[in-house]
C-alpha cells in the first residue's frame, strides 16, 4: 500500500482553511512529543505553552505585543510572496526602519513636538522601504536574486546596528554601554485604553484591514494576484512585473521598518546592538500561516507571539529551555506547507496489487 | 605571515566549498534547497555534541552527516512527495534547524571542544611553506577537494551524471525514458543535506572547535551563491570558495595588525556585501547564467500515472 497524490479540479476552500488548524495540531502533538523525550509531562507542558499565557491579563498583554510586529512585517510580506517576489530580508528592514526612525530622537534629543513621533515613525517607513529597494532595484536591473541579496542585507543591517549603537549613537552618559541614549517623551509611542496596550497596536490593525480590502476588492490586489500566479497573463493585461517588484519591495520594507520603529520607540525607548527577537523572520512563518491574507495574518500573528510568551512560561514554570519557542516555529511552518498540498490533491491509498493506475489513463 | 593567512583562507573556504558542492548537486537535479543554513547548524551541533559525548572527532563528523541527511529527508519528502513550494520549504528548513540546534546545543555553550586532528605525512608535510599549506591539513580539508573532484567526474563523465543533469533540464523527457525524476532528485538531495552536515561539522570541530549558537553566521546562504556564481560548474566553486574564504578572513587578519581605522564591522559585513556584489556581476551577464542554470531549477514534478 502507498500514498499518491491526486490533483483536484479546482482549489479545495475548505482545505485552505482547514489546514492551517490541522497544521497547528499536528505542531502542538510535535511539541508534547519534545516535552515527553525532554523528561516532561507533555499535558503540563502544552498547558503552558499554549493556554496559560492566554488566562493571564499581563501575558495577554505582552502576547499581543509581541504580536504587533509579527503582524505588520507579516501583511507585507504577503503582498510580496503573493506577486512572487521572494523577500526574506524583513529582518533587516526592520532594523534599518529602526535606525531611521531613531535618528531623530538620537542625534536632537531637544526636538521635543508633537510633531517628533509622526515625523520619525514616517522616517522609520521610508528607512525600511529604501533598504528593501536595492534587492528590488537589483533584482529589476541585474536580474539578480532577490532571495539571497534580501537575506545577505539581514546582516549587513545587523552589522550597521551594531557599529552605531557602539560608535557614534552611543550615549554619551551611558557608562561606555553600548546603547543609545533613551528617548524623549515625545519620541515614545503612547499607550491606550487605559494604558493597556501599545497604540502600535490599533495601527496595525487598521493597515492589515486596509491592506485586505485593498487586496481583496481593488485592481491593485488584483494585479498582486494575477502576477503572482500568472505573470504572461498578467502582461497582457498591461501590468508591469518590474513595477511591481518595487511596489512590493517598498511596501513590505516600509512596513517592516515602522514596525522597527515602534518597537523601539514603544518597547525598548533606545537603541540596543539587539532591537529584535527575530521578528522578520517568525513573520515569514507568520504570513503562510495565515494564508497571505491580512486577517489570517492578524491570527497567525497572535499564534506565532504566543510561542514567544510560551516559550518563557515553560522556561520559568518547568526549566525547559525557551529555545523550544523556535522549534516549535519552525516545525509550524513545515505542518502548514505540508498541510497545504491537500488544497490542490486529494490523498489516496493505492494498493499494490490492484492495477489502479490504468484506469486513470483511459 | 603569508603562510598563516594562506592557512585560514583554507579553513574559512572549506566549509563554504563542501556546502556549495552539495547543493550544486541539488540544483543540477532540478531542486533549489534553501535550507543549507539550516541543515549547515544543525550538522554543528551534531557533530560537537557527538564528538563531545564520545570523545571520537570521527563520530562527530559521521552523525554531522547523518543530521544534515535527515533534515534533507524532510525537506525532499515536503517538496518531492507533497509538491509543497521549494522556496517557502527550504526557508522552514533554516528557521528548523536554527531552533532545534539552538535546543540542542544550549547544554554545549562554554563547553571546550575538540578538534579533528591535522594528517601529518612524513616527508611532504615538512617542506617548507608547501608542507604545513598543502600537506597538514585535517582530514575533511582534503575531502572537500576529493568531492569537488568526484562531483565534476559523476556529473559530465558518468551515466548517473548525465541522468541527474537530464532531470534538472527537462523533468518531462527524463520521466518518458523510464527514469524516476524524483527518486534522482531526492537521492540528490540527500547528497546535498550530508555535504551540508559535513560543512556544518568542520565549522565546530575545526574551524572554531566550539559551539556558539548561530555560528555558521550565514555560510549556508552564502554557498547557495556560491552555487550561482560558479554558473553551476564544480570547479568554479572552488575559485568562489577561496576568493569567500579570502573575504572573511580580511577581518581577523585587519584586526590583528590594528588597523583602526576602519570599523570592524564594517570589516565583518564584507562577505556579505561580496556576496551581493558577485551576484550582481554574475546575474547581469544573462548568457553566463542560461547556459548552465538547470532549466527545470525550482520547478515541482507531479508524475501522471
Known sequence: MRLELVKRKERSKTMALLSPVIAIGLTALAAAIIFAVSGHNPLVGLYKFFVEPLTQQWSLQATIAKATPLVLIGCGLAVCYLSNN??????????????????????????????TLPLMLIFGAVGG?????????????FNTNEILTSLMLVYVASLILDYLVRGPWRDP????????????????????????????????????LILAVVLAK????????????????GSFAGFSAKRLTLFAFALAGGLAGLAGTMEVSGGLNQLLPTISPG????????????????IGIIIAGFVLALSYIGGEAVQSAMGVSNKIASVIQGLLLFFVLACDTLILYRIRFVSHHAPAGEASHV | MFEAVLLTVITAATPLLIAAVGELVVERSGVLNLGVEGMMIMGAVVGFAVANQTGSGTLGVVAAVAAGMAMSALF??????????????????????????????????????????????????????????FFQQDAIVYLGFALVAAVAYTLFRTRLGLVLRAV???????????????????????????????????????????????????????????????????????????????????????????????????LSSLPYLATILVLVLISANRRLTLVNTPACLGKPFVPDR
Open chain 1, 86 to 115: 521572494w523577500n526574506i530580508g524583513a529582518e533587516g528592514q526592520f532594523v534599518v526602519g529602526a535606525l531611521f526612525g531613531s535618528a531623530l530622537p538620537v542625534l536632537f534629543p531637544e526636538f521635543e513636538s508633537g510633531a
Open chain 1, 129 to 141: 522601504a529604501l533598504w528593501a529597494l536595492i534587492p528590488a532595484v537589483l533584482k529589476n536591473w
Open chain 1, 173 to 208: 552618559d551611558g557608562y561606555n554601554f553600548p546603547e543609545s541614549r533613551l528617548f524623549s517623551d515625545a519620541a515614545i509611542v503612547p499607550n491606550v485604553f487605559g494604558g493597556t496596550m501599545s497604540l502600535s497596536t490599533p495601527i496595525t490593525i487598521v493597515i492589515a
Open chain 1, 218 to 233: 481593488t485592481l491593485k490586489g488584483f494585479e498582486i494576484r494575477v502576477m503572482g500566479e500568472s505573470p504572461r497573463a
Open chain 1, 279 to 294: 521578528y522578520g523572520f517568525t513573520a515569514i512563518i507568520v504570513a503562510f500561516l495565515g494564508r497571505l491574507n491580512p
Open chain 2, 76 to 133: 525532499g519528502f515536503l517538496v518531492l512527495f507533497l509538491v509543497a513550494n521549494q522556496v517557502a520549504t527550504g526557508l522552514a528548513l533554516t528557521i528548523l534547524g536554527i531552533g532545534f540546534s539552538g535546543l540542542i546545543g544550549e547544554a554545549f555553550i562554554g563547553v571546550p571542544g575538540l578538534r579533528i586532528p591535522s594528517l601529518y605525512i612524513p616527508g611532504l608535510s615538512d617542506i617548507p611553506f608547501i608542507g604545513p599549506v
Open chain 2, 168 to 266: 534538472g533540464d527537462n523533468h518531462t523527457s527524463a520521466h518518458a525514458l523510464g527514469y524516476s525524476v524524483l527518486k534522482v532528485r531526492f537521492l540528490a538531495v540527500l547528497f546535498g543535506g550530508a555535504c551540508a552536515g559535513l560543512a556544518g561539522a568542520y565549522m565546530s570541530l575545526a574551524y572554531t572547535p566550539q559551539w556558539v549558537e548561530n555560528m555558521t553566521a550565514g555560510r549556508g546562504w552564502i554557498a547557495l551563491a556560491l552555487v550561482v556564481f560558479s554558473s553551476w560548474l564544480p570547479l568554479r566553486v572552488v575559485a568562489g570558495a577561496y576568493l569567500f574564504g579570502a573575504v572573511s578572513v580580511l577581518n581577523l587578519h585587519a584586526q590583528a595588525h590594528e588597523m583602526v581605522n576602519i570599523p570592524s564591522q564594517l
